[in-house]
T-cell receptor, first 117, second 113 residues
Framework: DTGVSQNPRHKITKRGQNVTFRCDPI?????LYWYRQTLGQGPEFLTY????????KSRLLSDRFSAERPKGSFSTLEIQRTEQGDSAMYLC???????????????FGSGTQLSVL | QQQVKQSPQSLIVQKGGISIINCAYENTAFDYFPWYQQFPGKGPALLIA?????SEKKEGRFTISFNKSAKQFSLHIMDSQPGDSATYFC????????????FGTGTRLKVLA
C-alpha cells in the first residue's frame, strides 16, 4: 500500500449534474477525512469517519453533499445538483487514532479536482 | 477564534538562504500544530509538527519555533533549496478527538537557484 488513493483525479461536469468521488485510505487507518481546497486557500474540513461511522460534519457540507464509508474501508463523496461554487479540489486523508505524542498524523491523497461548468 | 492566520502569502528566497513562515492562532484549546508541504497537483504532505509543551522542534533543515504566550508559531527552512519550492500550510488541531485540522491560507515559497 503506497498511500491514500483518490479517483478520479479530475472531473468536469455540467451544473446540475451529480458527481461521486472515491477514496481508498491507507489500509490500517480507521479514520478517514474529507477536505475541500479552493485555489489559493488551505484545505477546509468537510467530514470525518471513524470506521464506518460518520462522526462529524462541517457546516460547509450542505444537504447536497453526502459521504459514506461502508464497512469502514473506502469512502465515497457524492455531490448532487452541482453548482459552480462546488468547483474545488476534494482531498481525502486518513489516519490512525492519535496518541499523546503524535496527535494523529493525517496522510492526504492527491485529490480530485472538480470543475463545474 | 477557529482561524489560523498565516503570513506571508508568498516568499522568494535565494538558494542557501533561510525561509521563515509565520502563523498565529486564537483558540488556546489547540494543542497540535503541524506544517504541511504541497506541490502542484498533489495533496499536502506532513513536514513537521509540534505540541505546545516544547518551544522548538528540529528535523533536518526544518525547525518549528513555538511561542505559547504569544499564540504564534513559525517554520524555518535552513539552507533553502530549489526543491523546497512549494506551498506551505500551517495547521492547528486538538490532539484528542477528531484531529480536525484548521489550516492557514498557505505560503507560496520560491527558492531561486
Amino acid at each position: 500500500d503506497t498511500g491514500v488513493s483518490q479517483n478520479p483525479r479530475h472531473k468536469i461536469t455540467k451544473r446540475g449534474q451529480n458527481v461521486t468521488f472515491r477514496c481508498d485510505p491507507i489500509s490500517e487507518h480507521n479514520r478517514l477525512y474529507w477536505y475541500r481546497q479552493t485555489l489559493g486557500q488551505g484545505p477546509e474540513f468537510l467530514t470525518y469517519f471513524q470506521n464506518e461511522a460518520q462522526l462529524e460534519k462541517s457546516r460547509l457540507l450542505s444537504d447536497r453533499f453526502s459521504a459514506e464509508r461502508p464497512k469502514g474501508s473506502f469512502s465515497t463523496l457524492e455531490i448532487q445538483r452541482t453548482e459552480q461554487g462546488d468547483s474545488a479540489m476534494y482531498l481525502c486523508a486518513s489516519s490512525l487514532p492519535g496518541d499523546a505524542n503524535s496527535g494523529g498524523k493525517l496522510f492526504f491523497g492527491s485529490g480530485t479536482q472538480l470543475s463545474v461548468l | 477564534q477557529q482561524q489560523v492566520k498565516q503570513s506571508p502569502q508568498s516568499l522568494i528566497v535565494q538558494k542557501g538562504g533561510i525561509s521563515i513562515i509565520n502563523c498565529a492562532y486564537e483558540n488556546t484549546a489547540f494543542d497540535y500544530f503541524p506544517w504541511y508541504q504541497q506541490f502542484p497537483g498533489k495533496g499536502p504532505a506532513l513536514l513537521i509538527a509540534i505540541r505546545p509543551d516544547v518551544s522548538e522542534k528540529k528535523e533536518g533543515r526544518f525547525t518549528i519555533s513555538f511561542n505559547k504566550s504569544a499564540k504564534q508559531f513559525s517554520l524555518h527552512i535552513m539552507d533553502s533549496q530549489p526543491g523546497d519550492s512549494a506551498t506551505y500550510f500551517c495547521a492547528a488541531s486538538y490532539a484528542s478527538g477528531t484531529y480536525k485540522y484548521i489550516f492557514g491560507t498557505g505560503t507560496r515559497l520560491k527558492v531561486l537557484a
